[in-house]
T-cell receptor, first 111, second 116 residues
Framework: KAGVTQTPRYLIKTRGQQVTLSCSPI?????VSWYQQTPGQGLQFLFE???????NKGNFPGRFSGRQFSNSRSEMNVSTLELGDSALYLC??????????FGPGTRLTVT | DQQVKQNSPSLSVQEGRISILNCDYT??????FLWYKKYPAEGPTFLIS?????DKNEDGRFTVFLNKSAKHLSLHIVPSQPGDSAVYFC???????????????FGKGTKLSVIP
């Protein structure tokens, strides 16, 4: 079974711009979650999508948004980028078991 | 308020010896606990989990122990190998706000170095 894939792997953006990251879950997994990893805060939960609906959301500002398509692929969008948004963004997919399986991440640098 | 804490940022162990990674939590509603391993420039890899109704789960060289009264869990790796050198994250699962949603809360990780 192919794992979770994320594109792009690396991205450099300027403050004020917006960015869209993409995630393809493991085949058959309907839940996709997004996390932000920074050196100071560790892994923080952004949101979870299931069957095209957001069913859980972390404590992040409205500039962070996402969506899920009918094939379970998901995108997250960050608008009006700030320097503090520089991080590794991880996508994880989940089937019926409790564990989530992570992709390699997208390294976003905001200058 | 950090609900999952890994108080040791780093740990060094000789090859062949036991590695013990610790994790403490505060939320009594957590019902599953998981350990992940992470290499640089890769996403976390799931290692092992334990339900809150159990006190031990074993998978090969990896064993997780849960002490609910102390709100403490630990991951034992025996014997430790150089390839085990990575950052280990403890995570806890609880029902999220949406129906059927399980949210993982992570500790900040412990960097394990296994010395040949």
């Amino acid at each position: 079974k192919a794992g979770v894939t994320q594109t792009p792997r690396y991205l450099i953006k300027t403050r004020g711009q917006q960015v869209t990251l993409s995630c393809s879950p493991i085949s058959g997994h309907r839940s996709v979650s997004w996390y932000q990893q920074t050196p100071g805060q560790g892994l923080q939960f952004l949101f979870e999508y299931f069957s095209e609906t957001q069913r859980n959301k972390g404590n992040f500002p409205g500039r962070f948004s996402g969506r899920q398509f009918s094939n379970s692929r998901s995108e997250m969008n960050v608008s009006t980028l700030e320097l503090g948004d520089s991080a590794l963004y991880l996508c994880a997919s989940k089937g019926l078991a409790v564990e989530q399986y992570f992709g390699p991440g997208t390294r976003l640098t905001v200058t | 308020d950090q609900q999952v804490k890994q108080n040791s940022p780093s740990l060094s162990v000789q090859e062949g010896r036991i590695s013990i990674l610790n994790c403490d939590y505060t939320n009594s509603m957590f019902d599953y606990f998981l350990w992940y391993k992470k290499y640089p420039a890769e996403g976390p890899t799931f290692l092992i989990s334990i339900s809150s109704i159990k006190d031990k789960n074993e998978d090969g060289r990896f064993t997780v122990f849960l002490n609910k009264s102390a709100k403490h869990l630990s991951l034992h790796i025996v014997p430790s190998q150089p390839g085990d050198s990575a950052v280990y994250f403890c995570a806890a699962s609880a029902l999220g706000s949406g129906a059927g949603s399980y949210q993982l809360t992570f500790g900040k990780g412990t960097k394990l170095s296994v010395i040949p």
